[in-house]
């Protein structure tokens, strides 16, 4: 059920009061406009969490980048956790993932025609990505992980909440893991329940809705995983889930937050699972390349190695890794899925925003054609756009 993966240090929560009343202090510092929060002209859609872990924000930046990549020219904009360089970098195609970080690596690599750049200072970042000459041609600029980062004001808000982790049933940290108290996800225009079973009872959908409590300028949507084919991590061919039989051993290697609903999922495989869990982002050390390659040889046959996207990006450029685990790794692609019909409507809502103002994109040009034929020749574009006024 919801907030199964919930777990509260109760011992903590003195200690959550206090960090709790320094995050509200410094959101009062900008609701009263002492800290300020900067507006930009060229299209900004924000996806984050109010929690620490994982909720599916790269699947969800990725939704975004198929939906928009044909129509106009997509820049996504990450601070670029636990990567090695400082500053600003713009990704080009030989640029390393210790340059980038793994995420914003995975989203250039599947994506090469789009802009990915990485800044900790979200405002330096969009000024340099609009005003450079290599990608000033930028129409929309997704910040990727941005919920908490105040100082930039985006177009559209969208918070992610972890099915298994409401944020309704969680703490502050340490006790809990919620970076700020549940109130702001006022902040959202939508917000989106990730991860959900594919098999959720109508019933589990009115229990959230209530319970997330949401005003009426915000929209509420949910989505599940859907898994791609299984994809060589360094040879051989792909293979479809259904082909992986039940007798068949699997070793799930992860470096994310939240490696518990893939689990799941692949239980519907195979009932033998190894999890094999490493903390998020993780750089795999020679003791841990050690580790997965004793515990695969350990285990019967016939035995697959699977892991993530993102763990991908790192075991690829990993030494050590044994000739049998070679063969036989795959990475599982996940992409995202809306629930009870609601997909047109949320890309109808971004699409709508994106072409509302932008000013170079095959999406205004298309508004402007038909205002021509309507006979309207006003020009009105702004940068942000609020749901709350809708």
């Not at 007798?247 to 239980?267: C, F, H, W």
């Not at 044994?322 to 997909?343: A, C, H, T, W």
């Not at 047109?344 to 402007?368: C, H, M, R």
Request: include cysteine; charged fraction near 25%; glycine fraction near 6%.
């Amino acid at each position: 059920m919801e907030g199964d993966f919930i777990k509260i240090n109760e011992w903590m929560r003195p200690l959550s009061w206090l960090y709790g009343l320094g995050v509200r202090l410094r959101n009062q510092l900008f609701e009263i406009g002492i800290l300020k929060s900067r507006s930009f002209t060229t299209p900004v859609i924000s996806v984050g969490n109010i929690t620490v872990g994982g909720s599916g924000k790269t699947p969800h930046v990725e939704y975004l980048i198929r939906l928009l990549k044909d129509s106009c020219k997509v820049a996504v904009l990450s601070r670029g956790y636990k990567r090695k360089s400082k500053g600003y970098v713009l990704a080009g195609k030989d640029t390393p993932m210790r340059e980038i970080g793994d995420e914003p690596y995975q989203m250039k690599t599947k994506f090469p025609d789009v802009y990915v750049a990485v800044d900790k200072n979200r405002c330096h970042g969009i000024d340099t990505l609009t005003g450079d000459e290599a990608t000033k041609d930028t129409d929309v600029i997704l910040l990727d992980d941005a919920f908490q980062h105040r100082y930039v004001k985006p177009g559209i808000n969208i918070l992610l909440v972890d099915y298994h982790r409401l944020i309704i049933y969680d703490k502050m940290l340490p006790a809990g893991r919620l970076r700020e108290p549940q109130n702001g996800k006022s902040r959202a225009d939508i917000v989106i329940v990730t991860k959900c079973p594919k098999d959720l009872k109508p019933m589990e959908y009115r229990v959230i809705i209530k319970a997330m409590d949401l005003y009426p300028y915000q929209q509420l949507y949910f989505t599940t995983f859907d898994y791609d084919d299984l994809r060589p991590v360094f040879q051989g061919k792909q293979r479809k889930l259904s082909s992986i039989s039940k007798n068949e051993n699997i070793l799930l290697v992860t470096g994310i937050a939240s490696p518990k609903q893939m689990m799941y999922d692949l239980r519907g495989c195979s009932a033998n699972i190894t999890p094999l869990s490493f903390p998020d982002h993780h750089q795999f050390t020679t003791k841990d390349i050690k580790r997965i390659n004793d515990a695969f040889a350990g285990m019967p046959s016939p035995k697959i190695v699977v892991t993530t996207e993102k763990d991908n990006s790192r075991l690829a450029v990993t030494e050590g890794l044994s000739d049998e685990v070679k063969r036989n790794i795959y990475m599982l692609p996940v992409k995202v899925k809306f629930m009870l019909g609601q997909e047109e409507d949320f890309n109808n809502k971004i699409i709508g925003y994106v072409q509302k103002n932008s000013k170079n994109s095959i999406l205004a040009k298309t508004k402007d054609d038909h205002k021509s034929a309507n006979g309207d020749n006003t020009r009105h574009r702004t940068g942000t756009i609020s749901f709350r006024n809708n």
